[in-house]
T-cell receptor
Framework: DAKTTQPPSMDCAEGRAANLPCNHS???????VYWYRQIHSQGPQYIIH???NNETNEMASLIITEDRKSSTLILPHATLRDTAVYYCIVRVYGNKLVFGAGTILRVKS | EAGVAQSPRYKIIEKRQSVAFWCNPI?????LYWYQQILGQGPKLLIQ????????DSQLPKDRFSAERLKGVDSTLKIQPAKLEDSAVYLCASSLGMVRDFGDTQYFGPGTRLTVL
């Protein structure tokens, strides 16, 4: 399974953009990059996913490097409610999600 | 659209007792997953169903854990007998498509928090 590397924690000021990096240097050509987040005492929440191109939805933007070895999740205007653990996952065949430890994002006022 | 439903939300049992968790996936979703999340760790897949068949149960401790999805809709996960190390949150997720669909998204329920004393 392709492994991902994320910083253990990050801080962000409320109203500023939060940029969460992820390294996935062993990713294969047909594997997607998925981002989920988990707010305390809740189940993981889907944010966004991508294969090669950059993606944007109502929650976030996903920037994938041309060589696909790393990506960045961008929350354009972070709020206190965005405080959560953010998981970057490379989707393997069979729809399996292999979660790592994730990044704890703390949004501060 | 209703999300993934799970019950109970919380359960406290003594070790060696049995316990069962229930999951109702999003309507029409073919694939259902059970994950175990120990405090401080990311979720770990226990078992994956496609309709009513098991696709992957390689991480399920089969001496004490069992799961079924008899009619291809809702599912139950059972632990018998429970051990202290089974204390965790048990998450159910579902996805619309089939195993071969790389871009298929999983949606998670709120989880059941199990405490084994």
């Amino acid at each position: 399974d392709a492994k991902t590397t994320q910083p253990p924690s990050m801080d962000c000021a409320e109203g500023r953009a939060a940029n969460l990096p992820c390294n996935h240097s062993t990713i294969s050509g047909n594997e997607y990059v998925y981002w989920y987040r988990q707010i305390h005492s809740q189940g993981p929440q889907y944010i966004i996913h991508g294969l090669k191109n950059n993606e944007t939805n109502e929650m976030a933007s996903l920037i994938i490097t041309e060589d696909r070895k790393s990506s960045t999740l961008i929350l354009p205007h972070a709020t206190l409610r965005d405080t959560a653990v953010y998981y970057c996952i490379v989707r393997v065949y069979g729809n399996k999600l292999v979660f790592g430890a994730g990044t704890i994002l703390r949004v501060k006022s | 659209e209703a999300g993934v439903a799970q019950s109970p939300r919380y359960k406290i049992i003594e070790k060696r007792q049995s316990v069962a968790f229930w999951c109702n996936p999003i309507s029409g979703h073919a694939t259902l997953y059970w994950y175990q999340q120990i405090l401080g760790q990311g979720p770990k897949l226990l078992i994956q169903f496609q309709n009513n068949g098991v696709v992957d149960d390689s991480q399920l401790p089969k001496d004490r854990f069992s799961a079924e999805r008899l009619k291809g809709v809702d599912s139950t996960l059972k632990i018998q007998p429970a051990k202290l190390e089974d204390s965790a949150v048990y998450l159910c997720a579902s996805s619309l498509g089939m195993v071969r669909d790389f871009g298929d998204t999983q949606y998670f329920g709120p989880g059941t928090r199990l405490t084994v004393l």
